[in-house]
């Protein structure tokens, strides 16, 4: 299917305007659209709309496979007859689950879960208290806008989390996504959901050749998601096992790589495979590769005080913001840099005079944006201040477990320790 446009705008007759003025009705709270895509959306809507017999049985057959084959989650109820779960299970799991695989957030969910076992405990704790157990979860975005948006739900809902979907974007950190997991998986709600999983699915059923991160088509497939997602009047009415049958088929049979075409529910529908070409879908924009820099971490010993180290904390803004790390002098360039400008950093900017300068360790870490390469110096002082900086502290690195650090910055506390 080509969603690119290749048709004049006079392809819309009056009846196709008439469907185009419903969709705008019914969509406007689910589609990020702005009003002039519309005509370029609703012809492609009517051009590739799939045929109700289609939406009836990828329905039907995705819920038919998610009760044999859904896993057994912790924010999911154990049976379809068991206690409906919280929804602040969904808020939670929903905001881990986002770029991190299911296996690696269970553990944390748990630990979540135990700190703070409602809204309420969530929304009072004090922020350090969040991203330390977010630690090692990355994306710490995720938790400080959790963090708000549990404070936001006390103040303006009562404590009570909505479940309309213009509510729920109105708060921190939901985007669409998020806003249609909450609506329909923990309200029953038949909002659609798009993530990386949804979009390769669809992608490869409907074989969508277009780059599906080219804003007409990321629109084009909201609206088919929207189609998909069963509607009130459905027999199968279960917009949440509906939503999370998808999430299920994405992660363990609709893979990047290797999909298992023989055990897929749907693949007697899907395009993608009947061409012999699952793989090449979906396909993405070019994208700029990482840039490279050079990050130098300065292990400062305390002269005094066995296995004690320098803390600073980072600025409120920015990457890994308000976390601790020991000193480290971020270079926005992949040049080297001699030992004497890294004695130069420590005196001006910590007001430490190194007496050596030792280097211990190099390693990289890569972020969306950036191919950081971290060079890990131990130091020596030659005498330290009487008085330290402010944001700064002398720390044993046995007595760091209330403090949030980088997963970088544990990696070089462990080469320490
Ligand atoms: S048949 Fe293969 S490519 Fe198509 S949806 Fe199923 S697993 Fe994905």
């Given at each position: 299917m080509t969603l690119i446009p290749t048709l004049?705008?006079?392809?819309?007759t009056p009846l196709y305007r008439f469907i185009l003025l419903h969709h705008r009705q019914t969509l406007t709270h689910t589609v990020p659209c702005q009003t002039q895509d519309y005509d370029l959306i609703a012809r492609y809507r009517l051009m590739f709309k799939p045929h109700s017999n289609t939406i009836k049985a990828i329905r039907s057959r995705l819920l038919d496979w998610y009760d044999q084959n859904a896993r057994s989650l912790?924010?999911?109820?154990?049976?379809?007859?068991?206690a409906p779960i919280p929804p602040y299970y969904t808020l939670v799991s929903e905001a881990m689950l986002q770029q991190t695989q299911v296996a690696t957030v269970i553990p944390y969910f748990h630990r979540f879960l135990e700190t703070f076992p409602t809204l309420e405990t969530l929304a009072n704790a004090d922020e350090q208290q969040v991203l330390t157990l977010w630690q090692g979860l990355g994306y710490y975005r995720r938790a400080r806008n959790l963090h708000a948006c549990a404070k936001t739900i006390i103040t303006e809902h009562n404590g009570i989390i909505p479940s309309d979907i213009d509510s729920l974007l109105a708060l921190p950190g939901i985007g669409q996504y998020t806003a249609g997991a909450i609506a329909s998986i923990a309200f029953n709600q038949p909002a659609p959901i798009l993530d990386g999983n949804v979009i390769r699915i669809l992608s490869r059923i409907f074989f969508i050749t277009d780059p599906t991160d080219h804003t007409p088509v990321k629109k084009q497939l909201w609206l088919l998601a929207d189609q998909l997602v069963p509607a009130?009047?459905?027999?199968?009415?279960r917009p949440g096992d509906y939503n999370q049958s998808m999430m299920e088929l994405g992660a363990l049979i609709c893979s990047p790589r290797n999909p298992k075409c023989d055990t897929c529910p749907i693949q007697k529908l899907c395009k993608a495979y009947a061409d012999g070409s699952?793989?090449?879908?979906p396909v993405t924009l070019p994208k700029s590769k990482p840039r490279p820099v050079n990050h130098h971490i300065l292990a400062i010993t305390h002269p005094s005080q066995p296995n004690t180290y320098l803390l600073e904390q980072r600025p409120p803004t920015g990457l890994w913001s308000n976390m601790y790390q020991l000193p480290t002098l971020e270079l926005n360039h992949s040049k080297d840099i001699a030992t004497d400008q890294l004695a130069a950093y420590a005196q001006k900017h910590l007001k430490i005079k190194p007496q050596a300068i030792t280097p211990l360790k190099t390693f990289k870490h890569q972020t969306t944006h950036l191919t950081i390469t971290f060079h890990l110096h131990a130091i020596t002082p030659a005498f330290i201040p009487s008085q330290l900086k402010p944001k700064t502290q002398w720390r044993s690195l046995?007595?760091?477990?209330d403090l949030p650090f980088s997963n970088p910055q544990l990696k070089a506390i462990k080469a320490m320790n």
């Open positions: 004049s705008t006079d392809f819309l912790p924010w999911r109820p154990a049976s379809p007859t068991s009130p009047v459905s027999t199968d009415f699952p793989e090449s879908l046995d007595k760091l477990a």
